[in-house]
């Protein structure tokens, strides 16, 4: 008898073709699974609308130039004596991601720009649109209910105390400003979203997506870098007074029903609630936040303000811009409308904020090692509150699962 068993189980050579074809895929299928690979090898990386976060090759973007933009513009709020300061940000922000999305600056100053002072920043960004723009008189002065006198002794107190900026007049104007006003101006009308950048900040790492198109597609309303604490005796008063507000317009800021059970409406303004109801001096460091517009120009935020600015503790205290931005946020905005831009590596001042190894984030980084005089690695220090943001995004997670 004949044995066939050889030539029944001998594939033939397309079998082998189709089974080596099928080996390949799965592998790769794997492999590009792995969450480490995935961040740089996603499969549309080089044909994508750069609208999610990828790391892509210099030469990929050049081969396929983005197509689309946002109605955006990068927002510097500088003064002519910042000259140099202000080109050092904008050939860093170029550097690492405006040469390939060219979108434009609009600069505002309380003073007239030098011819000087718009030649050199026309010069660090040749094929950038730029606009130059002057704040008007009515907001960058004292409101008519503000007693003048009684601030400067606000002022001198403050000084004697030494808090920071603590006797500076334009500091105070500035804040109101950016609080109040800057979305107002006459040169943003025709834009839906901002990203602010001051003078002397550095970018570490390379940005080859549009966070505007990223912070659109995934109906997010503002974003930020760092947050840290408030310096206490800078606003005794505004937790109260937001508060009374909150009171005053109906607004539920409340984390249980009256029957005590868990209250899932997902605000995010309970993560600014310290264990006793108080204010736990956190807040997104404004001088970098990339946001919409329209949350400004809101009908209830404009409101928020004026009640706010009626106090004269703008002035009286020293109510920065970033508490205000970011407890209005609460106010008005869930927490999943927050993005924390955790891939952006950024400097501002002293404090530094660069992607940490575990998360597997950034783009070609230059990020400095270690702490000195002229940097410091800042959201492991005790003054950050980036461990209390994160928790807050967890119970806010699970609290919309369960809901």
């Not at 860093?92 to 050199?120: C, G, I, M, Q, W």
């Amino acid at each position: 008898m004949v044995n066939l068993t050889p030539y029944l189980f001998r594939p033939s050579r397309r079998q082998l073709i189709l089974l080596g074809f099928l080996v390949f895929i799965v592998v790769n299928w794997r492999i590009s699974s792995h969450p480490s690979v995935q961040l740089v090898l996603t499969p549309s990386a080089w044909f994508n609308e750069y609208d999610e976060r990828l790391c892509l090759p210099q030469e990929a973007i050049e081969a396929k130039p983005p197509q689309r933009k946002a109605s955006a513009a990068f927002v510097m709020l500088v003064r002519n004596k910042e000259q140099d300061a202000m080109l050092g940000s904008i050939r860093n922000l170029e550097s690492r991601f405006n040469k390939n999305f060219n979108y434009p600056y609009v600069f505002l100053n309380d003073e007239p720009f030098t011819d000087d002072f718009k030649v050199a920043m026309q010069a660090a960004a040749p094929r950038a649109q730029m606009e130059f723009g002057l704040i008007p008189v009515a907001h960058w002065s004292y409101p008519p209910w503000v007693n003048q006198t009684y601030a400067a002794e606000r002022r001198a107190w403050m000084k004697s105390e030494w808090v920071l900026y603590g006797d500076s007049e334009s500091y105070r104007h500035m804040c109101r400003f950016n609080s109040g006003f800057f979305f107002r101006h006459h040169l943003l009308e025709s834009y839906d979203w901002y990203w602010r950048v001051e003078p002397g900040v550095q970018f570490y790492c390379d940005i080859t997506y549009d966070p505007f198109l990223f912070m659109e597609k995934h109906h997010k309303s503002y974003g930020f870098v760092i947050t840290l604490v408030e310096i206490p005796q800078t606003i005794p008063s505004l937790w109260q007074t937001v508060l009374d507000y909150a009171q005053s317009r109906e607004i539920d800021i409340s984390t249980k029903t009256a029957d005590g059970v868990e209250n899932n409406n997902r605000l995010l303004f309970p993560y600014f609630m310290d264990s006793n109801g108080g204010y736990n001096r956190c807040h997104f460091w404004s001088n970098f936040e990339i946001a919409s517009l329209k949350l400004w120009r809101d009908a209830r935020y404009i409101d928020f303000f004026d009640y706010l600015d009626r106090t004269g503790n703008f002035f009286y205290e020293r109510w920065g811009d970033a508490p205000v931005h970011s407890l209005a946020a609460g106010l008005f905005l869930d927490t999943d409308e927050i993005h924390y831009f955790e891939d952006i590596a950024y400097q501002h001042d002293w404090y530094r904020h660069c992607p940490s190894e575990e998360s597997k984030l950034g783009c070609r980084c230059n990020c400095p090692v270690g702490d000195d005089d002229k940097s410091l690695d800042f959201d492991p220090t005790p003054d950050s509150c980036l461990f209390m943001w994160r928790d807050w995004v967890k119970k806010s997670s699970k609290g919309k699962t369960d809901g």
